[in-house]
């Protein structure tokens, strides 16, 4: 198990557990967009990182009827829960902040299985959203999958917007686990 070091905003910092030697994924469709991915920097990105978080949950919160102050801390308490078990439980995984323009605008996270490409997290902040690059993102995923001869795994809240592109895509739903569906794609030759 790693360390882990407390920072001035109170989130729980792991010791860096990211191979800085591997390769990181090429992701041609998103390259040509100007989208650039690279290594989350546990220190530096944890803020952004946290914004995007937020920016998921907006909708969500929205009818809630806390103040501003109990939101934030809601969210901050979420957010750190959730980071502290992708660290735990997959260590392994390409965790990767999507830039554009040189600033910080979205995070994929890769988990690569012997089966399958497990997407744990892909995320736009608000201003990037259905502009084509999440489906440029995804479909180089898909192929990524593809040439290693593995699917494609997500679990998705049941009525996350981006629902219609993963079935555009040719996800279909194979599970269930409480909101989140279970999507999966494989290859067009592993379903003949």
């Given at each position: 198990m790693s360390e882990q070091t407390r920072d001035s905003d109170g989130f729980d910092r792991p010791d860096p557990v990211i191979s800085a030697g591997d390769p990181l994924p090429v992701l041609?469709?998103?390259?040509?967009?100007?989208?650039v991915f690279r290594r989350m920097r546990p220190e530096a990105d944890l803020p952004f990182l946290f914004r995007l978080y937020a920016s998921t949950r907006e909708d969500e919160l929205a009818p809630v009827p806390w103040s501003a102050e109990q939101k934030a801390a809601?969210?901050?308490?979420?957010?750190?829960?959730?980071?502290?078990?992708?660290?735990?439980h997959m260590p392994q995984a390409d965790w990767m902040v999507i830039e554009l323009?040189?600033?910080p605008v979205g995070r994929l996270y890769l988990d690569t299985r012997e089966s399958e490409l497990r997407i744990v997290?892909?995320?736009l902040m608000p201003a990037q959203r259905s502009r084509g690059l999440g489906g440029a993102i995804l479909t180089d995923v898909l192929e990524l999958a593809e040439r290693g001869?593995?699917?494609?795994?997500?679990h998705v809240e049941q009525f996350n917007p981006a629902m219609r592109l993963y079935q555009r895509l040719g996800f279909v739903k194979c599970?269930?686990?409480?909101?989140y569906h279970l999507m999966r794609w494989d290859p067009p030759a592993a379903t003949r």
């Open positions: 041609p469709r998103a390259a040509a967009l100007g989208m809601f969210l901050a308490q979420q957010f750190q829960a959730q980071h502290s078990h992708y660290m735990q323009a040189g600033q997290d892909v995320a001869g593995r699917g494609v795994g997500i599970g269930e686990t409480g909101v």
